[in-house]
Protein backbone atom coordinates (compact mmCIF):
# COMPACT_ATOMS: atom_id res chain seq x y z
CA UNK A 1 0.00 0.00 0.00
CA UNK A 2 1.76 3.23 -1.17
CA UNK A 3 -0.29 5.25 0.87
CA UNK A 4 -2.19 7.11 -1.85
CA UNK A 5 -5.91 7.00 -1.73
CA UNK A 6 -7.74 7.31 -4.75
CA UNK A 7 -11.17 7.71 -4.97
CA UNK A 8 -13.79 6.62 -7.05
CA UNK A 9 -11.85 3.63 -8.48
CA UNK A 10 -13.90 3.43 -11.26
CA UNK A 11 -16.07 6.49 -12.74
CA UNK A 12 -19.02 5.29 -15.90
CA UNK A 13 -20.27 9.13 -17.00
CA UNK A 14 -21.33 10.09 -20.46
CA UNK A 15 -20.40 13.12 -23.23
CA UNK A 16 -20.94 16.44 -21.57
CA UNK A 17 -20.69 15.39 -18.37
CA UNK A 18 -18.64 16.98 -15.22
CA UNK A 19 -16.81 14.53 -12.88
CA UNK A 20 -14.28 15.33 -9.99
CA UNK A 21 -11.82 12.85 -9.26
CA UNK A 22 -10.10 12.52 -5.82
CA UNK A 23 -6.90 12.42 -4.03
CA UNK A 24 -5.38 12.11 -0.45
CA UNK A 25 -1.54 12.02 -0.39
CA UNK A 26 0.38 10.30 1.69
CA UNK A 27 0.48 11.42 5.16
CA UNK A 28 3.24 14.34 5.60
CA UNK A 29 3.42 14.36 1.92
CA UNK A 30 3.10 18.20 0.66
CA UNK A 31 3.16 17.58 -3.40
CA UNK A 32 0.48 16.08 -5.89
CA UNK A 33 1.21 14.82 -9.14
CA UNK A 34 -1.90 14.03 -11.66
CA UNK A 35 -1.02 11.79 -14.63
CA UNK A 36 -3.43 10.13 -17.24
CA UNK A 37 -2.94 6.93 -18.81
CA UNK A 38 -3.92 5.71 -21.86
CA UNK A 39 -2.80 2.75 -24.29
CA UNK A 40 -2.17 5.51 -27.21
CA UNK A 41 -0.59 8.33 -25.22
CA UNK A 42 1.08 5.98 -22.19
CA UNK A 43 1.53 8.30 -19.02
CA UNK A 44 0.95 11.97 -19.28
CA UNK A 45 1.88 14.44 -16.75
CA UNK A 46 -1.05 16.73 -16.10
CA UNK A 47 -0.09 18.55 -13.29
CA UNK A 48 1.64 19.41 -9.80
CA UNK A 49 0.91 21.17 -6.81
CA UNK A 50 3.31 21.93 -3.68
CA UNK A 51 1.70 23.33 -0.75
CA UNK A 52 -1.60 24.20 -1.86
CA UNK A 53 -0.13 26.49 -5.11
CA UNK A 54 0.43 24.69 -8.77
CA UNK A 55 3.96 24.38 -9.57
CA UNK A 56 4.02 22.84 -12.88
CA UNK A 57 1.77 22.19 -15.78
CA UNK A 58 1.77 19.58 -18.56
CA UNK A 59 -0.49 18.39 -20.91
CA UNK A 60 -3.20 19.71 -19.83
CA UNK A 61 -6.62 20.82 -21.69
CA UNK A 62 -8.39 23.49 -20.79
CA UNK A 63 -11.23 21.26 -19.71
CA UNK A 64 -9.15 20.36 -16.91
CA UNK A 65 -8.93 21.54 -13.91
CA UNK A 66 -7.35 20.80 -10.74
CA UNK A 67 -6.34 22.23 -6.59
CA UNK A 68 -4.46 21.29 -3.80
CA UNK A 69 -6.73 22.00 -0.67
CA UNK A 70 -5.43 23.20 3.00
CA UNK A 71 -5.29 19.60 4.03
CA UNK A 72 -3.09 19.05 1.05
CA UNK A 73 -5.82 16.33 -0.74
CA UNK A 74 -6.14 17.11 -3.99
CA UNK A 75 -9.26 17.22 -6.67
CA UNK A 76 -9.14 17.07 -10.25
CA UNK A 77 -11.93 18.46 -12.25
CA UNK A 78 -12.90 16.77 -15.51
CA UNK A 79 -15.95 18.63 -17.61
CA UNK A 80 -17.42 18.60 -21.05
CA UNK A 81 -16.10 15.44 -21.03
CA UNK A 82 -15.72 14.03 -24.82
CA UNK A 83 -14.87 9.51 -25.44
CA UNK A 84 -11.55 10.61 -25.63
CA UNK A 85 -10.93 11.39 -21.95
CA UNK A 86 -11.69 7.38 -21.34
CA UNK A 87 -8.45 6.79 -19.21
CA UNK A 88 -6.52 5.87 -15.69
CA UNK A 89 -6.18 8.71 -13.87
CA UNK A 90 -3.40 8.54 -11.10
CA UNK A 91 -2.52 10.94 -8.64
CA UNK A 92 1.19 10.63 -6.99
CA UNK A 93 2.78 12.21 -4.02
CA UNK A 94 6.06 13.38 -2.80
CA UNK A 95 7.51 15.09 0.53
CA UNK A 96 8.86 18.08 -1.23
CA UNK A 97 8.02 18.21 -4.67
CA UNK A 98 11.76 17.81 -5.49
CA UNK A 99 13.53 16.53 -8.66
CA UNK A 100 15.56 13.57 -6.96
CA UNK A 101 12.47 11.94 -4.89
CA UNK A 102 10.57 9.35 -5.55
CA UNK A 103 7.09 9.27 -6.17
CA UNK A 104 4.06 7.20 -4.76
CA UNK A 105 1.19 6.37 -6.70
CA UNK A 106 -2.35 5.48 -5.93
CA UNK A 107 -4.34 2.68 -7.44
CA UNK A 108 -6.13 4.72 -10.11
CA UNK A 109 -9.61 6.08 -10.85
CA UNK A 110 -10.53 4.35 -13.78
CA UNK A 111 -12.87 6.99 -16.15
CA UNK A 112 -15.29 5.73 -18.82
CA UNK A 113 -16.40 8.25 -21.07
CA UNK A 114 -19.58 6.23 -22.85
CA UNK B 1 12.41 19.06 -23.64
CA UNK B 2 13.67 15.42 -22.18
CA UNK B 3 11.81 12.23 -23.35
CA UNK B 4 12.47 8.84 -22.88
CA UNK B 5 12.16 5.93 -25.09
CA UNK B 6 11.58 2.19 -24.36
CA UNK B 7 12.07 0.43 -27.52
CA UNK B 8 10.37 -2.62 -26.78
CA UNK B 9 6.51 -2.74 -25.86
CA UNK B 10 7.11 -6.24 -24.89
CA UNK B 11 10.25 -8.81 -23.55
CA UNK B 12 9.52 -12.35 -23.34
CA UNK B 13 11.86 -14.11 -21.02
CA UNK B 14 12.03 -17.70 -19.05
CA UNK B 15 12.16 -18.34 -15.80
CA UNK B 16 16.05 -18.47 -14.08
CA UNK B 17 16.90 -16.75 -16.98
CA UNK B 18 18.78 -12.89 -16.86
CA UNK B 19 16.51 -10.28 -18.01
CA UNK B 20 16.82 -6.65 -19.81
CA UNK B 21 14.44 -3.89 -20.53
CA UNK B 22 16.11 -0.92 -22.44
CA UNK B 23 15.33 2.62 -21.85
CA UNK B 24 17.04 5.84 -23.51
CA UNK B 25 16.60 9.44 -22.82
CA UNK B 26 17.49 12.77 -23.67
CA UNK B 27 17.74 16.17 -21.86
CA UNK B 28 19.97 18.83 -21.31
CA UNK B 29 22.73 17.92 -18.76
CA UNK B 30 23.12 14.61 -16.34
CA UNK B 31 19.63 13.40 -15.93
CA UNK B 32 17.51 11.98 -12.83
CA UNK B 33 16.52 8.25 -13.85
CA UNK B 34 13.64 6.36 -12.43
CA UNK B 35 12.14 3.13 -12.94
CA UNK B 36 8.49 1.86 -11.63
CA UNK B 37 6.70 -1.11 -11.90
CA UNK B 38 2.88 -1.04 -12.34
CA UNK B 39 1.28 -4.79 -11.77
CA UNK B 40 -2.29 -5.54 -13.12
CA UNK B 41 -4.92 -3.23 -11.21
CA UNK B 42 -2.04 -1.30 -9.32
CA UNK B 43 -0.67 2.17 -9.33
CA UNK B 44 3.16 2.10 -10.28
CA UNK B 45 5.49 1.08 -7.51
CA UNK B 46 8.94 3.20 -7.66
CA UNK B 47 11.99 0.63 -7.79
CA UNK B 48 15.33 2.51 -8.19
CA UNK B 49 16.93 5.81 -9.54
CA UNK B 50 20.10 7.50 -10.28
CA UNK B 51 20.76 10.78 -9.47
CA UNK B 52 24.71 10.76 -9.20
CA UNK B 53 27.28 8.62 -8.36
CA UNK B 54 28.10 4.86 -9.50
CA UNK B 55 26.43 4.05 -12.90
CA UNK B 56 25.50 0.61 -11.50
CA UNK B 57 22.26 0.93 -9.32
CA UNK B 58 20.67 -1.24 -7.12
CA UNK B 59 16.58 -1.60 -5.87
CA UNK B 60 13.78 -3.09 -5.33
CA UNK B 61 13.37 -7.36 -5.79
CA UNK B 62 16.50 -8.18 -6.85
CA UNK B 63 16.32 -5.30 -9.64
CA UNK B 64 19.39 -3.26 -11.00
CA UNK B 65 20.20 -0.26 -13.59
CA UNK B 66 23.32 0.85 -15.20
CA UNK B 67 23.91 4.84 -16.10
CA UNK B 68 25.53 4.58 -19.37
CA UNK B 69 26.00 8.23 -20.59
CA UNK B 70 27.68 8.08 -23.61
CA UNK B 71 24.66 6.13 -25.10
CA UNK B 72 22.33 7.73 -22.85
CA UNK B 73 20.92 4.71 -22.06
CA UNK B 74 19.32 3.57 -18.66
CA UNK B 75 18.49 -0.57 -19.20
CA UNK B 76 17.01 -2.45 -16.26
CA UNK B 77 18.43 -5.97 -15.66
CA UNK B 78 18.06 -9.02 -13.27
CA UNK B 79 19.93 -11.89 -13.21
CA UNK B 80 17.17 -14.26 -12.49
CA UNK B 81 13.85 -13.37 -13.93
CA UNK B 82 10.82 -15.03 -11.81
CA UNK B 83 7.05 -15.73 -12.58
CA UNK B 84 6.38 -12.89 -10.55
CA UNK B 85 8.26 -9.95 -12.24
CA UNK B 86 5.54 -10.40 -14.77
CA UNK B 87 4.41 -6.55 -14.88
CA UNK B 88 4.62 -3.44 -17.03
CA UNK B 89 7.94 -1.64 -16.67
CA UNK B 90 8.01 2.26 -16.78
CA UNK B 91 11.35 4.21 -17.38
CA UNK B 92 11.37 8.15 -16.71
CA UNK B 93 13.66 11.38 -16.82
CA UNK B 94 13.15 14.34 -15.28
CA UNK B 95 15.28 17.41 -16.31
CA UNK B 96 17.80 18.33 -13.58
CA UNK B 97 18.51 21.73 -14.07
CA UNK B 98 14.97 23.44 -14.43
CA UNK B 99 12.97 23.10 -11.14
CA UNK B 100 9.45 23.29 -12.53
CA UNK B 101 9.93 20.00 -15.16
CA UNK B 102 7.77 17.08 -14.52
CA UNK B 103 8.82 13.32 -14.24
CA UNK B 104 8.45 12.31 -17.72
CA UNK B 105 7.50 8.34 -18.38
CA UNK B 106 8.07 6.20 -21.34
CA UNK B 107 5.24 4.40 -23.00
CA UNK B 108 6.24 1.16 -20.66
CA UNK B 109 7.83 -1.94 -21.33
CA UNK B 110 5.35 -5.69 -20.80
CA UNK B 111 7.55 -8.02 -18.76
CA UNK B 112 6.19 -12.00 -19.49
CA UNK B 113 8.42 -14.30 -17.74
CA UNK B 114 7.43 -17.91 -18.64
CA UNK B 115 7.65 -20.82 -16.17
Known amino acids: DSGVTQTPKHLITATGQRVTLRCSPR?????VYWYQQSLDQGLQFLIQYYNGEERAKGNILERFSAQQFPDLHSELNLSSLELGDSALYFC?????????????FGSGTQLSVL | AQSVAQPEDQVNVAEGNPLTVKCTYSVSGNPYLFWYVQYPNRGLQFLLK??????LVKGSYGFEAEFNKSQTSFHLKKPSALVSDSALYFC?????????????FGKGTRLSVIA
Open chain 1, 92 to 104: ASSLLGTRNEKLF
Open chain 2, 92 to 104: AVREPLDGNTPLV
Open chain 2, 50 to 55: YITGDN
Open chain 1, 27 to 31: SGDLS
